[in-house]
Structures are given as structure tokens and as C-alpha cells.
Nanobody, 121 residues
Framework: QVQLVESGGGAVQSGGSLRLSCAAS????????MGWFRQAPGKEREGVAG???????DYAGSVKGRFIISQDNAKNTVYLQMNSLEPEDTAMYYC???????????????WGQGTQVTVSS
């Protein structure tokens, strides 16, 4: 079982940046496609970015060019660098280990507890 712990959320103004971290309990997370999801109140959870063990990345259209997903295998950590943040990015952000390279929440095997991101205009 992989345990995931997110950190790095907070409140920023529009145009600002944040870096989220997802620390895995051990290196077995490399067996999974790692994804970042977000869920705003009243909305479905949506995939934001994903990265596989080879470093191949995927992004939702709404964040492409603004967000960057990366991983540090030495630290068992996946990051989400979020730039040019907009109020529409406000949501709870979750890290997930996914059994296939599909950025959909129903394919996730393990979830973190989430970290809140709030962007004010």
C-alpha cells in the first residue's frame, strides 16, 4: 500500500505561484502513474497533471503551459509547480497513484488527503 501526503497549498493572489508536494511512503509509487487532481465545491474531481515512471507527462488543457509536474525519485516525491494562478484554480488538490496512464479519478488506487489552494482576484 502506498501512502501519499500532500503539502504546499495556501492562499495566493491571481498571477501568483505555488508548488505542491506529494510525498510517497516508499519507492513503490514508481510502479504507478502519479497524478494530481483537484476538486472545487460542487464540481467533480478532475485530473490536472500526470507523470509516469519514465518522466512522460500529461496535462489538462486548462493548465497546460502554466503547471508543471515533476518527480524526485531520491525523495519519493512528486511536485506540481503552479504558475499564473487564476481564481478558477481554487480547489482542493489531491495526489493519486493510478494503475494505468489514464488521468481519471476512477482509475486511481491510492489517494492523499488533499491540500487546499485558494486564489483571490
Amino acid at each position: 500500500q502506498v501512502q501519499l501526503v500532500e503539502s504546499g497549498g495556501g492562499a495566493v493572489q491571481s498571477g501568483g505561484s505555488l508548488r505542491l508536494s506529494c510525498a510517497a511512503s516508499d519507492d513503490t509509487y514508481r510502479n504507478y502513474y502519479m497524478g494530481w487532481f483537484r476538486q472545487a465545491p460542487g464540481k467533480e474531481r478532475e485530473g490536472v497533471a500526470g507523470i509516469d515512471s519514465d518522466g512522460n507527462t500529461d496535462y489538462a488543457g486548462s493548465v497546460k503551459g502554466r503547471f508543471i509536474i515533476s518527480q524526485d525519485n531520491a525523495k519519493n516525491t512528486v511536485y506540481l509547480q503552479m504558475n499564473s494562478l487564476e481564481p478558477e484554480d481554487t480547489a482542493m488538490y489531491y495526489c493519486a497513484a493510478i494503475w494505468a496512464r489514464i488521468l481519471l479519478s476512477r482509475y486511481a488506487t491510492y489517494w492523499g488527503q488533499g491540500t487546499q489552494v485558494t486564489v483571490s482576484s
